[in-house]
Nanobody, 124 residues
């Protein structure tokens, strides 16, 4: 099964920015896409999602106003621009397809599987 591949994570200071990328093996054409994150000892948390058309974007309450999800025109890469990072944003960030009827739910039955994730660490 084709798998998304995330990159762009790293260690930054609070207040700084990072841009994560998530690349499909070829294209994620026709799929709504999303980002989730998971910190040690915590449940997976919805971060952001974007519709196939790019018209609809949805964000988790904790990142609204600071993060932005976009895609390239070829529908091969999903980006997550993260600004004004906080220590509580520290987590492994993963991307993949989400359900079209609810963009906050991963689509585990899609032809493209979720990636392994990229680590983001924010220090005070």
């Amino acid at each position: 099964q084709a798998q998304m591949v995330e990159s762009g994570g790293g260690s930054v200071q609070a207040g700084e920015s990072l841009r994560l990328s998530c690349r499909a093996p070829s294209t994620f054409s026709g799929h709504e896409m999303g980002w989730f994150r998971q910190a040690p000892g915590k449940e997976r948390e919805f971060v952001a999602a974007i519709s196939w058309s790019g018209v609809i974007t949805v964000y988790g309450d904790s990142v609204t106003g600071r993060f932005a999800i976009t895609t390239d025109s070829a529908k091969t890469t999903v980006y997550l621009q993260m600004n004004n990072l906080k220590p509580e944003d520290t987590a492994v960030y993963s991307c993949g397809p989400v359900r079209p009827e609810n963009l906050q739910v991963p689509d585990t039955g899609a032809a493209i599987s979720w990636g392994q994730g990229t680590q983001v660490t924010v220090s005070p």
